[in-house]
């Protein structure tokens, strides 16, 4: 890729911040997502604005797309298993609720009747 080429300078930030992506959600840093998100609508947006090149400067451009394709398919894999994993741990803890308040109404039922009349 011709360094000289704002293509190349884009794609190759957009490359970088596509693995920052990946590390942050392995790390379900969400903020950090979040900054990375922005930063990367601002590159594509950039990359929108360019000229579009002829068909043999595209050519030079296709393993690193590619390579770009391939870890948005892995990020978006790891949301995927993040948010499987949250559901899961959600369904536990609404799981755990509801037997919490099983108990509880077992401890505590309703209040039992005035002795009083009992003895008019």
Known sequence: MSASNPIAGILEEWLQLTRAEGAAIAAAAWD???????????VQKA???LERPNAKALAEFRPHAARIISLLARNSKAVAAQKRRAQERQ???DETKKNLRR???????AKPRAAWHSYS
């Open 32 to 42: 950090k997502l979040r900054q990375v998100q922005a930063r990367k609508a601002a």
């Open 47 to 49: 990359l929108a604005q």
């Open 91 to 93: 369904k536990s803890l």
């Open 103 to 109: 108990i509880q109404q077992s401890y505590f039922q």
